[in-house]
């Protein structure tokens, strides 16, 4: 199954890559929770792709499927201080979709609840609370990640409205946006947001790649903080000169959560990417 990232909606600035569901997947490890994740991936390719993301899903193979574990790494980018936000929308569009949106705030990343029903700036999320937990996260001066674990994601209800995605499915399509302009306040989940000007698509999240029987141990990695990208996984090219030097010491492991590590800007294993054959 082909899936086209938005070509039918995208103006010139817009992201027009096309990612396919049955392309193979990018396994990438999380250096916080040596957890391996699938991910999708979308370049930094300006003038068409000005964001940068990495986006990756464990899902439950048994139990619950209303939650997930999501890892998302993107390129610090935007004013003011690189704290444009990334949203993930919890369906293949912005509309009737439960939004999470991200940024940087200091050392930390703000989340925050969204709604939209129109393609203006999404309202406050309403309905039936999500529980985000932070298994990790980490800013370095250009990018940040999070990792979290997200329950009670994937059904949402707002103005009598319901929605879900489901995991029972080949590819269970979430969409993503990014915006260069800062948040108003950078500590307030309720802060204003700016218009997706740095790209927006669709992100495939293949079920049976994301599926792990390790999903309850990672799950219930220790919320404390993580260890920080050295650079941007393969494929997903930082800016020239920013990315930090990587650590020669540390290679994170291939698969098994560990416990997440110090807070910010410790030990610095490079992340890994593996493509499977
Ligand atoms: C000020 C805030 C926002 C405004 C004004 C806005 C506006 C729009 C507009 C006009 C489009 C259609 C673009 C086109 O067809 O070329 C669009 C698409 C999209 N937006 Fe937003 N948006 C905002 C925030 C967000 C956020 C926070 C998210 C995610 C968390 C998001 C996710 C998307 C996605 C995935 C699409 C493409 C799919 C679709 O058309 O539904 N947007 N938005």
């Not at 040596?34 to 370049?43: A, H, I």
């Not at 996984?233 to 800016?239: G, L, S, T």
Request: glycine fraction near 10%.
């Amino acid at each position: 199954m082909k899936l086209p990232i938005l070509s039918t909606l995208v103006s010139v600035a817009a992201v027009v890559h096309s990612v396919s569901a049955q392309d193979a997947p990018v396994y990438v490890v999380d250096p916080s929770t040596g957890f391996k994740f699938s991910t999708v991936q979308q370049k930094y390719d300006p003038p068409v792709n000005k964001g940068d993301l990495t986006m990756g899903f464990a899902f439950p193979k048994k139990g619950a499927k209303d939650e997930y574990v999501g890892y998302m790494v993107a390129r610090r980018q935007g004013t003011p201080g690189g704290a444009g936000y990334t949203g993930i929308s919890h369906s293949s569009g912005m509309l009737k979709s439960l939004l999470l949106v991200a940024w940087v705030n200091g050392q930390d990343i703000q989340t925050s609840w969204r709604y939209a029903t129109k393609y203006n700036p999404p309202v406050k999320y309403t309905g039936p609370p999500p529980k985000l937990t932070k298994l990790a996260t980490v800013v370095n001066a250009s990018h940040y990640s999070l990792t979290y674990r997200c329950q009670s994601c994937l059904t949402w209800t707002q103005g009598g409205q319901a929605g879900n995605l489901s995991l029972s499915t080949e590819a269970a399509l979430f969409s993503y946006a990014q915006g260069a302009t800062a948040p108003a306040k950078s500590d307030n989940p309720d802060a204003s947001i700016g218009m997706h000007n740095s790209g927006f698509g669709v992100l495939p999240a293949v079920v049976k790649d994301a599926e792990t029987d390790d999903y309850e141990k990672l799950a219930s990695t220790p919320a404390k903080g993580g260890v920080a990208p050295a650079k941007a996984p393969a494929n997903a090219a930082p800016p020239a000169g920013s990315a930090p030097k990587a650590s020669s010491s540390a290679s994170p492991k291939a698969s098994a959560p560990a416990p997440a590590k110090g807070k910010g800007s410790g030990t610095m294993p490079p992340m890994q990417s593996f493509r499977r054959i």
